[in-house]
């Protein structure tokens, strides 16, 4: 039993520090010397379904790979579950950042969530900043408490 609460926290951590890296990323990285991949994303009109800024999903996905890959190699050790924890949070960002805010797909368009309101609106926060300097919310599923409260008075309204 002990090994399972040992491998779950693993992925739970791994998952959490994936916030942690997209953030320092998205803000030290993307809006600094790689700019020139990530600002298509803060355009006002869209440049197609594929964006510049999709290379950083590739990016993000390879320690994930290769911590599945080489965790399997080595009989499902430490790796895999980081690994496993790395593509969770993959598939959230994809699923909170592409379909969710950004509509890529015409998907869970309309939510009464506070949670999700406050993702959405900690998002367009960061948006409306279309160059690289002055940004504000960098992070995707870890928000400051100001964005609940804005999405609270707007579904109060």
């Known amino acids: 039993m002990e090994t399972v ?34 600002k298509d994303h803060h355009k006002k009109e869209s440049s197609g379904f594929f964006e510049h800024n ?5 990016i993000f996905a390879l320690p994930g790979i290769a911590g599945l890959f080489w965790g399997v190699i080595y009989h499902f050790n430490f790796l895999f579950w980081c690994g496993l924890g790395i593509s969770l949070y993959g598939m959230a960002y994809f699923l909170v950042h592409d379909v969710f805010i950004h509509q890529r797909f015409k998907i869970f368009r309309n939510t009464d969530n506070s949670y999700l309101r406050a993702i959405r609106r900690a998002h367009k926060m960061h948006h409306k900043h279309l160059g690289k300097e002055d940004g504000e919310s960098f992070g995707m599923l870890f928000i400051p408490f100001k964005y609940f409260r804005s999405s609270k008075t707007k579904s109060a309204s």
């Open 5 to 38: 609460i040992a491998k779950i926290l693993m992925v739970v951590i791994a998952f959490s520090g994936m916030e942690t890296v997209a953030w320092f990323t998205h803000k030290y990285i993307m809006h600094k010397f790689l700019w020139s991949l990530h």
């Open 54 to 58: 999709d290379f950083f999903f590739l």
